[in-house]
Nanobody
Framework: QLPVVESGGGLVQPGGSLRLSCTAS????????IGWFRQAPGKEREQVSC????????NYADSVKGRFTISRDNANNTVYLQMNSLKPEDTAVYYC???????????????????WGQGTQVTVSS
């Protein structure tokens, strides 16, 4: 069983919205900074957003600022990514993972995150 499960992806038209969920089993997400990443075919995995453990500080990639919102529900051990005004270039497999060291989102390097799920496909197309 994978440590986290991402869900909520799908096919949506440009301008549409989706809410992704990242739910953990076997460990508590609240203790970690959590990042959402995406990987499009032929491209490297990139972080789109991160939320810290302590004060819930959030970071966003420039390409999604103002459109995506990350949040966490510690009671349900879940982190969400609300995606609005979706564009075709948002098409990718989306993953969540926790930062190995530290409570704040001090790095966007995927190599420093762990407990990856299998991802959820987001396709933005008319």
């Amino acid at each position: 069983q994978l440590p986290v499960v991402e869900s909520g992806g799908g096919l949506v038209q440009p301008g549409g919205s989706l809410r992704l969920s990242c739910t953990a089993s076997g460990f508590t997400l609240a203790y970690y900074a959590i990042g959402w990443f995406r990987q499009a075919p032929g491209k490297e995995r990139e972080q789109v957003s991160c939320i810290s453990s302590s004060d819930r500080t959030t970071n966003y990639a420039d390409s999604v600022k103002g459109r995506f919102t990350i949040s966490r529900d510690n009671a349900n051990n879940t982190v969400y990514l609300q995606m609005n005004s979706l564009k075709p270039e948002d098409t990718a497999v989306y993953y969540c993972a926790n930062l190995r060291s530290g409570y704040m989102c001090w790095t966007a390097d995927p190599a420093l995150y762990e407990n990856w799920g299998q991802g959820t496909q987001v396709t933005v197309s008319s």
